[in-house]
């Protein structure tokens, strides 16, 4: 069973309060990470849809194949945890129900970047595979990711660019969206 984004992230409140508690208000050592929260949610909603949509343009050409590079990517982070990928898993993975993920899959294997297959652990449930054509987008994106990340730090110290490197896997691995 997978655990909600909001049940991830809940944080116990008092009950007479209805506002969020911040981490500095739960632990005043923790001060020295206010606003980090806020600098995080700025860089994800900055970079949420320009990275995809940049990664299409430059890697297909092709505006409508950002939901395909998502399909993608959503089967990529299930498979390295849960090997076998199925619709549900893509639905978590992309923060939508069974039905809105099981269309874009469709569009995806439609475009030969996915393809549907019985399970062999259950042949009643269909698993989902990243095709060649697929892996070659994938790849692409993943490239496109990492020279941002590499401009983006490019006037920092190495160490600093190194430091929050680990940090970021670090982060994603923890919170279940990156391989350990």
Known sequence: MHASLESQLMIEEPHD???PVSASEQDPSRAHLAGAGTALFRLVRFWSRRWVMAA???VTGDMSR???IL?????DAASSRLGE???TDV???LGLDRSGASRMIGEAVKHGYVTRASSEQDGRRATLSITPAG???LTGAHAFQ???FARLTATWDAQDATRLAAYLRRLATETGTHPS
């Open 135 to 137: 892996a070659e987008i």
């Open 91 to 93: 639905a978590h993975e």
């Open 71 to 75: 399909v993608l990517e959503a089967i």
């Open 17 to 19: 309060r209805h506002e």
């Open 56 to 58: 299409a343009g430059e």
């Open 66 to 68: 950002v939901q395909d």
């Open 85 to 87: 990928v199925s619709v």
């Open 146 to 148: 990492e020279e941002v």
